[in-house]
C-alpha cells in the first residue's frame, strides 16, 4: 500500500500564493505518475495537474496553467504543487494521488486512473 499526506493548504488573499506538499510512503515502487485533484463544495472532484515518475512529464487543467506549478522533491518522495496568482474559484479541498503502473494507459486527467488518495487540505482564497 502507498500512503499519502497532503500539506501546506491554508487562508490565503486573492493574488497569493501557496505551496502544496504530498508526501509518500509505502510501496511506491509501482508509481506511474502522481496527480493533484480538487473539490469545491457541491461541485465534482476535478483535475488539476499530474507529473510523471517516469520522464517527468506533465499535465494541467486549462484553468491553472500558467499559475500552478507541479514538481517533485526526488530526495524526499515529495510531490509539490507551487500555486501562484489564487483566485476565489481555486478554494477547494486539494487532493493528491497515486497513478500505478498497471493503470499507466488511463488518462492522467481522470480520477479513475489513481489508486491511493490522501486526505486532503483545505486551500481558502479570499477575495
Known amino acids: 500500500q502507498v500512503q499519502l499526506a497532503e500539506s501546506g493548504g491554508g487562508l490565503v488573499q486573492a493574488g497569493g500564493s501557496l505551496r502544496l506538499s504530498c508526501a509518500a510512503s509505502?510501496?511506491?515502487?509501482?508509481?506511474?505518475?502522481m496527480g493533484w485533484f480538487r473539490q469545491a463544495p457541491g461541485k465534482e472532484r476535478e483535475f488539476v495537474a499530474a507529473?510523471?515518475?517516469?520522464?517527468?512529464?506533465?499535465d494541467y487543467a486549462d484553468s491553472v496553467k500558467g499559475r500552478f506549478t507541479i514538481s517533485r522533491d526526488n530526495a524526499k518522495n515529495t510531490m509539490l504543487l507551487q500555486m501562484n496568482s489564487l483566485k476565489p474559484e481555486d478554494t477547494a479541498v486539494y487532493y493528491c494521488?497515486?497513478?500505478?503502473?498497471?493503470?499507466?494507459?488511463?488518462?492522467?486527467?481522470?480520477?479513475?486512473?489513481?489508486?491511493?488518495w490522501g486526505q486532503g487540505t483545505q486551500v481558502t482564497v479570499s477575495s
Open positions: 507529473l510523471s515518475w517516469i520522464g517527468g512529464s506533465t
Open positions: 494521488a497515486t497513478q500505478p503502473v498497471s493503470r499507466r494507459f488511463y488518462s492522467r486527467t481522470d480520477y479513475s486512473a489513481y489508486d491511493y
Open positions: 509505502g510501496r511506491t515502487s509501482s508509481t506511474y505518475a
